[in-house]
């Protein structure tokens, strides 16, 4: 039976084979099928190798009940944050608090099946009801969880330094923890790679903001281990501490949610305005340049009349992270509306400006875009896109840089497209 075959069958019995893990490419299948196959083999390894005693039981049953109390008492706080963070890759899971303390204090084998129990739960409770969670990320995920419990405790098997004060503790928390960063962010690397294929290393790496608050949660695991070993029933004093972070970071995504495209992850109109317009204002203090690019896509209608709006979406991804990686960090990059998109940017003047837009213009011309063909089969497309760009020195109004980079956009477009133009006019100082 062929594959879209039994994917149709699975969807009229809601089997494994209705997932969309089946239409993905065949790099995604195979990591996906890897990675789950290599926790599930090292998990049962690691269970015919451990001697589990009562008190690694006891332990395990305490960090257990810890976690279904905060599923429990935050349901829709963490529902929201999933909703929220569908458009955060970065998103921050408060579960590694339990989890690292497990890799940290108890065998493998317990380690590993509290990460995938603990995601079990949390599919069970908050994610099967919202749109949009797939079992196979799901298990993906609790396998990525799995192997690095696996890895945490291999690391500081046989270490009883928890047991004891002083910097032999702090030592081996610290191994846990730089442990538990590396191995779980390499293998989320694996999966962007293998869905991308050219990963925004930028936004991946998430901001200081992002870290800090993951690094908090790995703090409060040390810490919850630490008790879990020491004093067991203060163990439970770190739950508050939980709730806080948690709705720091429900707190930190719903910014980001007001402030953030989600198809293309760039900077929504509202959002770029507020901060082009407080660029312009940095410039008229201190009489620099600033350039504004306007980018729109050509024949976008027709992309979307011949292979469908999800080509379309496919297509603004792809320019969004063109932008994203071909501009400077600190240029005001956004979405517009519908297919064009802005970039503000400072200390840039004319000359340098056409420059940075021709060679943006080239890269969105080098990406290809994957689309499903309305005959069948997946392929790839290239797009282009028209610049128009126009300089400024010192203060001058947003919405006159603005202006003069869309008549050079249009002129860009009646010089045949995939172009750029600039306004042939410096725009001038306001009053």
């Not at 879209?4 to 893990?21: A, C, E, I, Y």
């Not at 790099?27 to 996906?32: D, F, M, P, Y």
């Not at 953030?260 to 959002?271: H, V």
């Not at 249009?410 to 497209?417: E, I, T």
Request: aromatic share 6%; charged share 20%.
């Amino acid at each position: 039976m062929a594959t879209h075959d039994m994917v149709k069958l699975g969807q009229r019995f809601n089997t494994p084979w209705s997932w969309d893990l089946w239409r993905s490419s065949p790099r995604v299948v195979a990591l996906v099928l890897s990675v789950d196959s290599a926790a599930a083999l090292l998990s049962v390894a690691a269970l015919l190798g451990n001697t589990i005693t009562a008190s690694d039981l006891l332990r395990f049953g305490l960090l257990a009940a810890m976690s279904v109390v905060y599923v429990e008492v935050s349901r829709q706080v963490e529902r929201s944050r999933r909703l929220v963070g569908m458009v955060n890759p970065t998103h921050i899971d408060v579960s590694s608090v339990w989890l690292l303390a497990a890799a940290a204090v108890l065998p493998t084998s317990l380690a590993a099946l509290g990460a995938v129990l603990t995601q079990l739960f949390l599919y069970l409770r908050i994610w099967r009801g919202v749109d949009g969670v797939q079992p196979h990320r799901v298990g993906y995920t609790a396998a990525t969880l799995a192997l690095t419990c696996i890895a945490v405790s291999t690391v500081v098997h046989g270490n009883d330094h928890l047991s004891g004060t002083g910097l032999q503790a702090a030592e081996t928390l610290a191994i846990a923890i730089l442990t538990y960063r590396i191995a779980n962010r390499l293998l989320i690397l694996m999966a962007v790679v293998a869905s991308s294929g050219r990963p925004r290393l930028a936004r991946f790496a998430g901001t200081w903001g992002d870290n800090a608050l993951e690094f908090s949660t790995l703090v409060l695991g040390a810490a919850t281990a630490v008790l879990v070993v020491q004093v067991p029933p203060l163990a439970l004093l770190v739950l508050p501490a939980v709730f806080l972070l948690q709705h720091r970071a429900l707190l930190k995504q719903l910014v980001e949610a007001a402030t953030i495209d989600t198809k293309t992850e760039l900077l929504n109109a509202a959002a770029w305005r507020q901060l082009a317009q407080r660029e312009l204002e940095r410039a008229g203090r201190q009489k620099t340049a600033t350039a504004v690019l306007v980018i729109d896509m050509d024949h976008f209608k027709r992309l979307n009349d011949t292979y469908g709006h999800l080509a379309g979406d496919e297509a603004l991804k792809a320019v969004g992270e063109a932008l994203a990686d071909e501009l400077r960090g600190y240029d005001a990059v956004g979405r517009f509306g519908g297919e064009e998109f802005v970039a503000l940017l400072p200390a840039v003047d004319g000359p340098t400006a056409m420059g940075v837009a021709e060679r943006v213009r080239e890269r969105i011309e080098s990406v290809p875009v994957r689309v499903e063909r309305r005959t069948g089969g997946v392929g790839t497309i290239a797009v282009t896109a028209s610049v128009g760009v126009a300089a400024a020195h010192g203060g001058v109004e947003l919405d006159d840089l603005l202006r003069a980079a869309d008549g050079a956009l249009y002129a860009a477009k009646a010089a045949g497209r995939n172009a750029v133009r600039r306004a042939p006019h410096q725009v001038t100082t306001a009053a």
